[in-house]
């Protein structure tokens, strides 16, 4: 009896180790300019949207291009958790929307996400305003260890 070989991770392994493909990036760009305009509409009747300008970061498409999770960020970043909860709530009114603007062979389901790069964004900058670590950043380089490790003009 023949036992069966191991599975070592073929292709989808070395794809989702890779990074995502061009197809993925294009696919994602198309649907990240296409929510835009359809948010800009102001279409979504959901109480949660009332007022909110809502920016999308960005869209990270499944390889296969039927999921997207679409990152965005209220504008001013208050009550993202709410904003995120009326988008998910009208995520089924998008993806209609968004068929009628995108040239795709199936429309994606979308998912809405927080991006939370913003919010890390403004705590590396309140951490480089600290006195301890500026006077890190600009300190001067230690000396050179040996004199043999310089590079003299006559050198190059």
């Not at 949660?48 to 990270?60: D, I, K, L, P, Q």
């Not at 979308?110 to 790069?117: G, K, N, P, Q, V």
């Not at 380089?141 to 043999?148: E, F, I, V, Y």
Request: hydrophobic share 40%; proline share 7%; aromatic share 4%.
């Amino acid at each position: 009896m023949r036992h069966p070989k191991p599975h070592r991770g073929g292709r989808d392994a070395r794809a989702a180790a890779a990074g995502p493909s061009q197809r993925q990036l294009r696919a994602g760009e198309l649907v990240r300019h296409a929510l835009a305009d359809i948010l800009r509409e102001k279409d979504i009747q959901d109480p949660a949207m009332a007022g909110v300008s809502v920016t999308v970061t960005e869209v990270r498409m499944s390889p296969d291009l039927k999921h997207a999770i679409c990152f965005v960020q209220p504008l001013g970043g208050g009550n993202a958790e709410v904003v995120v909860g009326g988008l998910n709530r009208a995520s089924k009114f998008l993806r209609g929307r968004l068929g009628r603007l995108v040239d795709l062979k199936f429309t994606p389901d979308l998912r809405f996400r927080h991006d939370e790069s913003f919010d890390a964004a403004a705590h590396m900058n309140t951490l480089f305003a600290k006195p301890e670590v500026a006077r890190d950043l600009t300190a001067a380089p230690p000396p050179l260890a040996h004199d043999h490790d310089r590079i003299d003009e006559e050198d190059v």
